[in-house]
Structure formats: C-alpha cells, structure tokens
T-cell receptor
Framework: EAQVTQNPRYLITVTGKKLTVTCSQNMNHEYMSWYRQDPGLGLRQIYYSMNVEVTDKGDVPEGYKVSRKEKRNFPLILESPSPNQTSLYFC????????????FGPGTRLTVL | QQPVQSPQAVILREGEDAVINCSSSKALYSVHWYRQKHGEAPVFLMILLKGGEQKGHDKISASFNEKKQQSSLYLTASQLSYSGTYFCGTGRPSNTGKLIFGQGTTLQVKP
C-alpha cells in the first residue's frame, strides 16, 4: 500500500530537549516536504527536498533542521524545541512536481512545555 | 505569500451548492485542492495546471483563471461527507514545485 508514515504520532516534551520526527514514504517519490498546521494559518511549509541531499527552506524554517540521506526518509529535527513550536506537523511526498498530488502522512501532534 | 481563500467558512444543507475561491498575488503554474477532515491528513482532490490540464476526482470540478491568478472549487449537490476544511495550494512557474497553501475554508454540511 502506498503510504507516508510518521513517528511518533503524539509527543509531549519540554523546552530545549532535542527531538526528531521521522518520515518515510514507499512510493519512490523524489519530492518531500514538512508542514506545520496551526489554527487559522493553514499549512505552512517548513522545509522541502527535491531529492537526496537536496533540501531548501520553506516559509517557516526557523528552529528546524532536516536531512535527506535516503530517498525514502526525510526526518525533521528540533534541536532546541520551544513552546511556539507546539503544533500539528505533516510530512508529505510527491512524484513529479506540479503534476502530481502530494501524499500526506497521518500527522504528529507535538506539545512543547 | 499565502494565497487568500474565500469564504473562510460556509454552512450548507445537503443538496446545496458551494463555491470556494483561491486568489494569489503571484503568477501561478499550478493549483492543488485538498480536503481535510478533523484530526486527519489532507486528501487530494484536484490539480489544475496552466494551459488547462486537470487531474482529479470525477465528482469534483474546479476552474483556474491564469490571468487573474485565481481558482475556484465547485461543490454541487453537497453531501454530509463533503464536510471538512478545504485548502488550495499554489505552485509558481519555477523548477521547485513548492506549494504554498491558503489558510483554509471550513465547510459544514447539515442534514
């Protein structure tokens, strides 16, 4: 089954404690993204990757890091989480840019105390 | 810059029609539409490309006015299952394919 998986689905942590949210896709997609969703603000792109070792900033990259060492995986790293990073996070993958839909993971709800 | 969606929210009775609009201040190459149910991930509805090509579900229709940098999603004979938040994502004419999503339109269909 074609899918995007994220782990963990729920996470409560404290300010400053480094964390990683994993994302994996099994569709051999080149393009992957991370979004955060906050009430009234829609989906805002954090980082995206067009292929292995190729990443770029989205609209709200501050406080986040990503890496793309393998095509299927695109982890999101919060090196020193702060309360303003409390949000719902989605990973997405896409085949050919523009022409194909984005497949979203199930989401990770993060709370930073 | 985020595209602007209107209306922000709409309430319908089953069987009624609705139009959701998406407007950008930048030249567009593609517009994507997604629907999100509460607590779930967004699900693909339709892609519209510059030049007129479209991909999507048979029961969903949409338009893309390239000159006005606007797209509209048409929901006809609405069903209870249409309830959710609708997002447009706009793609610029560049190689990145980066999508910028609007703030969403919440649709509630009542019996």
């Amino acid at each position: 089954e074609a899918q995007v998986t994220q782990n963990p689905r729920y996470l409560i942590t404290v300010t400053g404690k480094k964390l990683t949210v994993t994302c994996s896709q099994n569709m051999n997609h080149e393009y992957m993204s991370w979004y955060r969703q906050d009430p009234g603000l829609g989906l805002r792109q954090i980082y995206y990757s067009m292929n292995v070792e190729v990443t770029d900033k989205g609209d709200v990259p501050e406080g986040y890091k990503v890496s793309r060492k393998e095509k299927r995986n695109f982890p999101l790293i919060l090196e020193s989480p702060s309360p303003n990073q409390t949000s719902l996070y989605f990973c997405a993958s896409q085949g050919q840019i523009h022409y194909n839909e984005q497949f979203f993971g199930p989401g990770t709800r993060l709370t930073v105390l | 810059q985020q595209p602007v969606q209107s209306p922000q929210a709409v309430i319908l009775r089953e069987g009624e029609d609705a139009v959701i609009n998406c407007s950008s201040s930048k030249a567009l190459y593609s517009v994507h539409w997604y629907r999100q149910k509460h607590g779930e991930a967004p699900v693909f509805l339709m892609i519209l490309l510059k030049g007129g090509e479209q991909k999507g579900h048979d029961k969903i229709s949409a338009s893309f006015n390239e000159k006005k940098q606007q797209s509209s999603l048409y929901l006809t004979a609405s069903q209870l299952s249409y309830s959710g938040t609708y997002f447009c994502g706009t793609g610029r004419p560049s190689n990145t394919g980066k999508l910028i999503f609007g703030q969403g339109t919440t649709l509630q269909v009542k019996p």
